[in-house]
Every structure is written in structure tokens, then in C-alpha cells.
């Protein structure tokens, strides 16, 4: 008898398994069908997806547009970068620390921010660059090609009205890229700029020595380095430190420059 319980149970619970099995596999079918099904009722052309915009011409300035994360050079160079500003809190004490030591950075502003605090920014980027960080820091990502370019048109004369320099770099917040960003990047005749290092706060709270000596010890000729001049109070560790970085990087040898000109060093290979 126990035998044959026995047998019962391992059948049950094979047959359990199998159900399971199975109903595991229709799952994941039918998910994967209301992806497909989803995917579908995106606009093929035009969408977030799509670096093109239906069947005609496609209007893109130059035609062409190109992703610098960083740049292969001998030289010991790097470009220091901001996100996000410019606001009250701590802008400005990144461009004192800047002047302090004559560095030149590349600001890349939010529209917004650059509209409502212009006065924090006008008459102090004389060394310095600026670059477009979309109208509110949405996602453009998301967007389709005509409220990409809409954004990112809209911050364009926003950041030229501000600081009287167009932006001619760009930046998508945090660094999400789609087709029509793509798209608007090249009708706006922008050269897409990400990071090669970004500065990381969070694993160097209240020590901001430690957190200049870890990026002096990480940087590399050609580097792009992220930091922020908006933000929680932790990434005031990093701007606290920032003369400390300064100092230690140019202990090493190297020459900070804008992203432009980063860019134009950029070895033949």
C-alpha cells in the first residue's frame, strides 16, 4: 500500500510539474505576444524608437550626427562637465571654484532653469561652454521625433537667449538615447556628448578628499567627466572636493579643457 501511495504521489507531482511547465511557457508566449502586439502600435517611423520621420525628406541639418562618449588621445587632456543647472544653490559656487583656478568646464543646462536663473549664469562662462539638457529634464527618450525636437528646440533658444551663445553639443538626460533623439540631435545640428567617468558621490559620504582622490586615480587621457551642479546633498561631496580634483589632476599632468576642444584632439585612428 505504501507502494502504491508511493507511486501516486510521484506521478502527481510529475503531472504538477508538467502543468506548471507549461503554463510557465503559455505565459511567457502570451507575454511576449502583448510586447509584439504592443510594438506594433508604435508608429514605425516617427516613433521614440525611429530615427526617421515618415517617407520624405528628412530635414537634418547636416545629415549626419556623432556620439562622443570620450576620445582616444595621447595628450593628457580631459573636459570637465555639469548637468542639470543652472540653479541658486550651488552653481555658483562651481563657477567661483572654476575661476579660482581658471579650469573651463562644458554646463550642460536645462532650458528651464536657464530661463528662470539667466542672471546666474550671464557674464560667467566667458572660459566655459554650454550644452543643451532638454527644456525639464524628461525623458527624451520616450518621445516621439516631433516632441524630441520640440524639447530640445525650445531649450535651444532658452540656453541662446540666457547666455548668448547657442549650445552646440548635446546631452540627453541621463544619457538615454533613442531614434529620435537621434533624429532632433541632427536637425539641430548637435553633437551628441555623453561621459567617459562620472564622479560617484554616494560611495563617499562626507569624504570629499576621498572621493578627489578616486577620480584623479580613475581619469584617462581623453576622459569626459560627469559631475553635477544640481542636486541632493550628497553630491555636494564632490563639489566640495572639486579643488582637491583640480589640483591632483593637474599634479598629473593634465590640461582641462571644454568638450569642443576635447574633441578636436581626438587621434586618427
Known sequence: MADGVGRWDRRAVLRRTALLAG????????TSQTTWIADRRLPIAGGPASATVGSRHQEVGSGTVEVAWGVRTTERLLALTFDDGPLPQWTPMVLDTLEK???PATFFLVG???QEHAALVRGRLGRHEVGNHSWAHHDLARMDAHAAYDDLR???EAITEATGVAPRLIRPPWGHLGGAVLHAAARLDYRLVLWTLQMVEGEFPDDPAGHARRIVADVQPGT?????DVGTERRLVALRGLPDMITGLRARGYTFVTVSQ???HAAVV
Open 23 to 30: 503554463g510557465a511557457a503559455l505565459g511567457a508566449a502570451a
Open 101 to 103: 583656478y581658471a579650469v
Open 112 to 114: 528651464v532653469r536657464a
Open 154 to 156: 525650445r531649450s535651444h
Open 224 to 228: 569626459i567627466l560627469l559631475g553635477h
Open 262 to 264: 576635447l574633441l578636436r
